[in-house]
């Protein structure tokens, strides 16, 4: 099994309960129902599935010297992290997400970004590590400085020292700073140091203002385009179009790092596309690309085919939609055939 970090945005998601009558006007008072605080961001999402399932996990992020810094670290460490890496920052609060999910309606963020500003990666310790994720660049202003430097740095350092490299990305918000960079050029820059990649096809089109609709055609274009730009292993999520799954040539799968060149010759050249499980009463959407991202690199941590990783992949997001962990137990529930990446 190999050790993996988990770097990048974190924070804490504020959910009051809201039912389908829920309504906010100026002025009004509105009723809601309980509020629940949990950990958010990719390194909070991606890195408890990834030790919910049985990876050993470091997380690597920045938070503010205050009391949801505290509370934050308090949650990391209640949830098996021995040693979350977390940077305080001395200038900014603790980023938080209040989460507006009413039922039958797609979720809306109301975002700070507070300390991920200062996250740049530099305390990003590589040594040791099998496998680097690293989550939503899109959010994080300091890996953006100078055209994207540290992004790439941080990816090619690892790259350099024989680690697997993992990206996932978050929606870019044209409005915000990081709507003005020059993604086109950064995201070419970035997956030629990038052996995994995980992004939705909303996180793609936002990045690279291309206005059309959804189809398979579409995600087979950004695939090829990624995987041209020197990606060893696409992921990439549609919703309730599924998950397309595809990979690069043996040689490229080769110089993917300790966990992809083992199983290079499995994984080359491979395509597929698996839709999402059924899930009869859906509680939540929030976290289940993350969790899919879980499912992936811990199936490959384990040696997966891709019938096997997609199927893990899949299984880890309808389990939270489901309102469960993705833990072993709830994933063979849902899909008996991923048993075999559970053993010693």
């Given at each position: 099994?190999?050790?993996?970090?988990?770097?990048?945005?974190?924070?804490?998601?504020?959910?009051?309960r809201?039912?389908?009558?829920?309504?906010?006007?100026?002025?009004?008072?509105?009723e809601?129902?309980?509020l629940?605080?949990?950990?958010?961001?990719?390194?909070?999402?991606?890195?408890?599935?990834?030790?919910?399932?049985?990876?050993?996990?470091t997380?690597?992020?920045?938070?503010?010297?205050?009391?949801?810094?505290?509370?934050?670290?308090?949650?990391?460490?209640?949830?098996?992290?021995?040693?979350?890496?977390?940077?305080?920052?001395?200038?900014?609060?603790?980023?938080?997400?209040?989460?507006?999910e009413?039922?039958?309606?797609?979720?809306?963020?109301?975002?700070?970004?507070?300390?991920?500003?200062?996250?740049?990666?530099?305390?990003v310790?590589?040594?040791?590590?099998?496998?680097?994720h690293?989550?939503y660049?899109?959010?994080?202003?300091?890996?953006?400085?100078?055209?994207?430097?540290?992004?790439?740095?941080?990816?090619?350092?690892?790259?350099?020292?024989?680690?697997?490299?993992?990206?996932?990305?978050?929606?870019?918000?044209?409005?915000?700073?990081?709507?003005?960079v020059?993604?086109?050029?950064?995201?070419?820059?970035?997956?030629?140091?990038?052996?995994?990649?995980?992004p939705?096809?909303?996180?793609?089109?936002?990045?690279?203002?291309?206005?059309?609709?959804?189809?398979p055609?579409?995600?087979?274009?950004?695939?090829?385009?990624?995987?041209?730009?020197?990606?060893?292993?696409?992921?990439?999520?549609?919703g309730?179009?599924?998950?397309?799954?595809?990979?690069?040539s043996?040689e490229r799968?080769?110089?993917?790092?300790?966990?992809l060149a083992?199983?290079?010759?499995?994984?080359?050249?491979?395509?597929?596309?698996?839709?999402?499980?059924?899930?009869?009463?859906?509680?939540?959407?929030?976290?289940?690309?993350d969790?899919?991202?879980?499912?992936?690199?811990f199936?490959?941590?384990?040696?997966?085919?891709?019938?096997?990783?997609?199927?893990?992949?899949?299984a880890?997001?309808?389990?939270?939609?489901?309102?469960?962990r993705?833990?072993?137990?709830?994933?063979?529930?849902?899909?008996?055939?991923?048993?075999?990446?559970?053993?010693?």
């Amino acid at each position: 099994m190999h050790t993996i970090a988990v770097a990048g945005h974190v924070c804490l998601d504020v959910t009051p309960r809201l039912s389908e009558q829920t309504r906010w006007e100026p002025g009004q008072l509105v009723e809601v129902g309980p509020l629940a605080v949990s950990l958010g961001g990719c390194v909070a999402n991606t890195g408890v599935t990834l030790a919910d399932l049985g990876a050993e996990v470091t997380p690597f992020a920045t938070v503010g010297d205050d009391e949801l810094g505290e509370l934050l670290l308090a949650r990391l460490s209640a949830e098996g992290f021995a040693a979350p890496r977390l940077t305080v920052s001395a200038s900014r609060s603790t980023s938080y997400s209040l989460v507006l999910e009413q039922p039958g309606i797609d979720r809306t963020f109301w975002h700070h970004t507070g300390a991920n500003e200062e996250f740049d990666g530099a305390d990003v310790e590589i040594t040791g590590q099998g496998l680097l994720h690293l989550g939503y660049p899109t959010l994080l202003p300091g890996l953006l400085a100078q055209d994207g430097r540290p992004l790439v740095d941080l990816l090619s350092r690892a790259r350099a020292e024989g680690v697997t490299t993992s990206l996932d990305l978050a929606v870019v918000d044209p409005s915000s700073a990081s709507g003005t960079v020059d993604w086109d050029a950064l995201l070419t820059a970035a997956f030629a140091q990038c052996d995994i990649a995980s992004p939705s096809v909303d996180d793609l089109v936002s990045a690279l203002r291309i206005d059309e609709p959804y189809s398979p055609g579409l995600v087979d274009r950004l695939a090829d385009r990624m995987l041209a730009d020197g990606v060893a292993v696409v992921a990439i999520s549609a919703g309730r179009h599924g998950l397309r799954l595809r990979a690069g040539s043996v040689e490229r799968l080769r110089a993917a790092g300790g966990v992809l060149a083992p199983v290079a010759e499995v994984w080359a050249d491979q395509a597929l596309t698996v839709p999402p499980l059924w899930v009869e009463h859906p509680v939540t959407t929030n976290g289940a690309g993350d969790a899919s991202t879980a499912g992936l690199l811990f199936a490959l941590s384990r040696g997966a085919d891709p019938g096997q990783a997609a199927a893990l992949a899949a299984a880890c997001a309808a389990a939270i939609i489901s309102g469960n962990r993705a833990t072993p137990a709830a994933v063979l529930a849902l899909e008996p055939s991923t048993a075999g990446l559970f053993g010693d």
